[in-house]
């Protein structure tokens, strides 16, 4: 670890004047200190935020709920709106890391976790997450782990967050607040693609700082849940994963929100899939024939191609668990 | 001599450390100086400690061409850093006494050349005053490197001249073979392994004078002693190892590593004592791992089931530096009577690190080969897995056609088949279905050979009635304090509160290495031993003794319960220890017990297991998850089932992660192992963990030791991994030969 100051923020204009001046937000630190220990982060200044007014999970007028960005993972995992209306999100922290760190982290925290890619977490190796331009260790290394959608030459980490994908597939919006005021982006927009520039992470500006994040309405009924498929059945990122909310009225899919993790660089909307099932009626065959569009575009690496098949069978399975069958 | 009457043997008794253990007061290398002294162990304070971090090689293979210390010596509290630039003066004498090591080779001298063998070689060490200041020190040490393409991967690299003792023959195999009713073959392929146990390695050295004090991590205190005075060239007798707590170790702590010679080393130079704690990622590279195999297994049989033919073709890893070889090629001599056999084990030289001994050394990797071609077999002929085995049992040892001193193989299997339920398995593969998954049942056999070696032990019984019995051996988990002082309270007739055993220094008397499963053999023996003959002492003091109320008694006519002399049957007439040393003006009895094998080998001595594993594959993910397991042991006679079952159930757990989970993962690029953290590198987690049962056969073996023990501690970690995928074989259909079994090779 190298040497850095640390200040606690007492309220929001402190945070955001700590920010400003270059401080790097802290609150768990579930993911942060670990980094700093191995020296991949090295943050001159942490401005603690923990006692900052961001803890309320309230809903909103149009019928959602917006988390704040220092709910405790295990506080939003069993509050008892979230479990009422997106079981999604309550399965998807409970099967995150383990009971201590899910004490620990917070959803502002979680969302800015960065990558599990052991070249990332290795200074020793080329990354250009960690040292643009020093290349990609991971896209000819060991690669089962990383991603199979969404990457670059530059960068094929996955993005380790289960409630983030649980996020993408329900379309939520984070909550932003910085030096020129407030702002939302969709939560699609926040997590950025490799592409060129693998050490930008988030639609963050400088500075800026998460209040919360915001699920939409949806329309009820909605059967929604999340599967993780992994070696080891708990305390263990996901291989792959599927997030599913499905609105069936009538014998029929109306809305299918529908999204995969442990195969992106960003968790990964499966809008194709969503789109094979809305307007029709829920079957077997139906989940075979919308998870078969799971994987369109991957580009597996040498040692993740199973991943390619895991992710249809990790989407059927959950289409069938929220959406009935045998 | 009489019977003393067993009280402690053989209960289920909890650990004697355990509440220092939970409640953190137990004193574990790492966690000196700040531990506060304790009566137990009696460890000093250390006063002064600067703290060490070493700086690792970041290529695998080629010169250090520069190391600039200037940023590192140049941060408050920085005391020095050393490298092969400070030409550090270490002997590196001869050890032969350090027969654990290699026999082929030399082992890593630290900081004498510019030569890089290994990804995670230390090329430099930083001594600071604070953990800290050493931490952020290290990172700032810059070393460069002349790097040259290093070859890490076992498949197709050439392999070492073989040792005379690596090919074996029996028969005529290649014949026999070609001329069997049946045959099977495979390759099976066992990934590296990293014992990972909870506590690092650390070691704090302390030079007074000519003297070194060193506080290690170790499981052979006699061995580190050994080792530290053949480095720096000195006298054992001026070394002194303590490590009275060990928080498991799985044998990585049975050699002497370059750590503790870099701890000894920094604190001759810097003239400070130095505190070195590994890294988790160093572990990784500094104290070992199970090598990787591949073991090539061709079987031929009968198509009644009987193996007549097995030929083995073996490779395995090992260091540029030494040639590490274990226990591989045994099973497969002596496991089933199979009368024409060849074997041929090489080890290939990598740049990497030395492998090491790891729970069920050799042993359990050939098992895996064995018992899963076994399996193999038995699908082929249609014959009951169990039943096969049956078939194959030998009479006496077909390696040597010595008689077994026990072996109860036969009933094992039989035992485990009626206990697992085995009658209720239809044998066709892929036959049973719960939903999503296909459940499958598997067995496997294992066999360990019960290692005995001379041993020693101290046995002090003060005048207040309370004994002290010492044995330089040590406690990595097995519950040696707890068993010890089992035997001990009954052979003196006392309480368990009233013994205090102690271990972990090496001025104790002398054990072998705490490994190999042979500490309750020999150090048992030797405490028996000593026990006895201090209990036989104090009666004859007592018989011979005008004034006692046992004079006159016949020795053989007494026994000694609660710390009390009487005479059998007639509990009224006696006395108590402290009496009778009190009326005798006798501060203290003291006696020393030993140990010594047979050295006639006139018998094959081993442990025995039959492993049974039910699991669950997920038809279309391919996940397998454990349902329940049972072992079930010859080992002889059990001193603490209590901490039996701690052995047997902590070895499933090991296997179920060696058959599913571990796996050390090298990048061939640059021989960087990329999961050297526990994040990475998977262990089983509770929720992996089923129903785990283990069953011992009521028995000793008087032949092996007097107390009639067999070793458990590695038997119960051979035959699992391959019960686990002879199960996942049931389960599907499908054979997996690669361990460890993940999703991918099932979907």
């Known amino acids: 670890m190298h040497p850095f100051s640390y200040t606690r923020a007492s309220d929001t204009r402190e945070a955001l004047d700590a920010g400003r001046d270059g401080g790097r937000y802290i609150a768990g630190g579930t993911t942060l200190v670990d980094l700093m220990r191995e020296t991949v982060e090295r943050p001159r200044t942490l401005v603690d935020i923990s006692a900052l007014p961001l803890r309320d999970i309230v809903v909103t007028r149009r019928g959602g709920l917006r988390v704040g960005a220092l709910v405790r993972m295990a506080e939003a995992a069993t509050h008892r709106g979230v479990r009422a209306l997106y079981p999604v999100i309550s399965q998807a922290l409970e ?3 383990s009971a201590q760190l899910r004490n620990m982290a917070t959803i502002g925290g979680n969302i800015m976790q960065r990558t599990r890619c052991t070249y990332f977490r290795d200074v020793s190796a080329d990354c250009n997450k960690r040292e643009p331009g020093s290349g990609c260790a991971a896209l000819h290394g060991v690669n089962r782990t990383h991603a199979i959608l969404g990457t670059s030459d530059d960068c094929v980490a996955t993005h380790p967050s289960d409630v983030a994908v649980a996020f993408t597939a329900l379309e939520a919006t984070v909550h932003l607040l910085g030096p020129d005021g407030k702002r939302t982006v969709p939560f699609a927009d926040f997590l950025l693609k490799p592409g060129s520039t693998p ?38 990122f996901a291989l792959t994963s599927a997030a599913v909310a499905l609105h069936i009225r009538g ?5 299918a929100k529908v999204a995969a993790g442990g195969v992106g660089t960003v968790p990964w909307k499966l809008a194709a899939v969503e789109r094979e099932l809305i307007g029709r009626r829920p079957s077997e065959a139906l989940w075979t024939k919308a998870a078969e569009r799971a994987a369109d575009g991957a580009r597996p690496l040498r040692h993740n191609r199973f991943k390619v098949e895991l992710l249809k069978r990790t989407v059927e399975r959950q289409l069938r668990v929220a959406g009935g069958g045998k | 001599m009489s019977q003393q009457p067993q009280a402690a043997v053989g209960a289920p008794l909890s650990r004697v450390d355990g509440r220092l253990k939970v409640t953190g007061q137990a004193e574990y290398a790492a966690d000196l100086p700040h531990a506060r002294t304790t009566s137990r162990g009696g460890t000093p304070i250390i006063d002064g400690v600067v703290h060490a971090v070493v700086v690792d090689s970041t290529v695998a293979r080629g010169r250090i061409t520069g190391i600039d210390t200037r940023a590192a010596d140049a941060l408050p509290g920085v005391l020095g850093v050393i490298s092969h630039l400070d030409k550090p ?14 026999f082929v080779g030399e082992r890593l001298h630290v900081f004498q050349d510019d030569k890089v063998r290994f990804f995670g070689q230390p090329v430099a060490v930083v001594v600071a005053r604070t953990l800290e200041a050493a931490q952020h020190a290290a990172d700032l040490v810059r070393v460069s490197y002349d790097a040259e393409q290093p070859t890490t991967d076992l498949t197709g690299a050439p392999e070492n001249d073989p040792l005379p003792t690596q090919d074996y023959a029996r028969g005529n195999p ?26 690092p390695h650390a070691t704090i050295a302390r030079w007074d004078g000519e003297k070194l004090t060193v506080w290690d991590k170790t499981q052979w205190v006699l061995g580190a002693r050994d080792e530290l005075a053949a480095v720096f060239g000195m006298s054992a007798e001026n070394v002194r190892v303590i490590s009275p707590f060990v928080g498991g170790a799985f044998g990585n702590a049975l050699r002497t590593w370059p750590h503790t010679t870099i701890a000894a080393l920094a604190a001759r130079e810097i003239r400070r004592p130095v505190k070195l704690v590994l890294t988790r990622e160093q572990l990784y590279y500094g104290v070992g791992y199970r090598p990787a195999y591949e073991y090539g ?5 009968t198509r009644g089931g009987r193996v007549t033919a097995a030929v083995h073709r073996i490779r395995a890893e090992t260091s540029s530096y030494e040639h590490f070889a274990e226990g591989v090629m045994n099973p497969g001599q002596l496991l089933y009577a199979t009368p024409h056999v060849r074997q041929a084990f090489r080890t290939v030289p990598l740049d990497v690190n030395t492998p090491t001994f790891m729970r069920g050394p050799g042993w359990s990797s050939a098992a895996f080969a064995i018992e899963s071609a076994m399996d193999e077999l038995a699908h082929e002929t249609g014959i009951d897995p169990i039943e096969l085995r049956l078939r194959n049992e030998p009479q006496e040892d077909p390696s040597n056609g010595l008689p077994f001193s026990t072996r109860r193989l036969s009933e094992c299997l039989r035992t485990g088949a009626r206990a697992f339920g085995w009658h209720r398995r239809n044998p066709k593969p892929r036959s049973r279905r719960d939903g999503d998954w ?11 050979d019960t290692l005995r070696m001379r041993s020693e032990a101290r046995v002090r019984l003060d005048a207040d009635g309370t004994a002290l019995v010492q044995a330089s051996t040590s406690d990595m988990g097995p519950g040696t304090y707890t068993s010890m002082t089992q035997l001990a309270a009954d052979a003196l007739g006392l309480t368990m509160r009233t013994v205090r055993f102690e271990l972990g220094d090496s001025t104790f008397p002398a054990a072998p290495p705490h490994g190999g499963s042979q500490t309750m053999a020999g150090v048992g023996s030797a405490v028996q031993d000593g026990c006895d003959k201090l209990r036989q002492e104090a009666v004859k003091l007592a018989v011979e003794d005008e004034r006692s109320p046992l004079h006159g008694v016949d020795a053989d006519d007494i026994v000694v319960r609660g710390g009390r002399l009487h005479v059998k049957g007639t509990p009224a007439r006696g006395e108590t220890y402290r009496q009778l040393l009190a009326r005798n003006n006798r501060t203290h009895l003291e006696t020393r017990g030993t140990f010594t094998p047979s050295g006639d080998d006139r018998y094959s001595m081993n442990a025995y297991s039959a492993v049974f594993a039910e699991v669950a594959v997920d038809r279309r993910l391919g996940l397998v998850r454990m349902r329940r397991m049972l072992g079930v042991y010859d080992v002889g006679r059990i001193i603490s089932p209590k901490l039996a079952d701690s052995q047997a159930l902590g070895a499933m757990v090991g296997g179920i992660g060696q058959a599913l989970l571990e796996h050390t993962v090298t990048d061939h690029r640059d021989g960087r192992i990329v999961n050297a953290n526990l994040a990475d590198y998977l262990v089983p987690v509770n929720a992996d963990i089923p129903d785990l049962k283990a069953i011992y056969l009521d028995g000793e073996d008087l032949h092996a030791d007097p107390i009639g023990v067999k070793g458990l501690g590695e038997i119960v970690k051979v035959g699992v991994a391959p019960a686990i995928a002879n199960a996942v074989f049931h389960a599907t259909g499908r054979r997996v030969r690669d361990l460890p079994i993940t999703a991918e090779a099932l979907l």
């Open chain 2, 174 to 199: 290649e014949e026999a073979l070609a001329s069997a009713e049946v045959r099977v073959e495979g390759t099976y392929r066992l990934t590296r392994n990293h014992h990972n146990a909870l506590e």
């Open chain 1, 199 to 236: 050490n930008r992470e988030q639609a963050l500006r400088r500075g800026e700082l998460i209040t919360g994040v915001e699920l939409p309405a949806l329309p009820r009924p909605l059967k929604s849940g999340y599967l993780k498929v992994r070696d080891r059945q708990s305390y263990e």
């Open chain 1, 251 to 255: 014998g029929v899919i109306r809305e």
């Open chain 2, 89 to 102: 003066a270490l002997v590196y004498r001869d050890n032969p006494g350090a027969w654990l090591d290699p």
């Open chain 2, 438 to 448: 296909l459940i499958g049942m598997g067995m496997a056999s294992g066999i360990y």
């Open chain 2, 297 to 301: 297994l061709r079987l031929g049989s």
């Open chain 1, 95 to 97: 099967l995150s890391a």
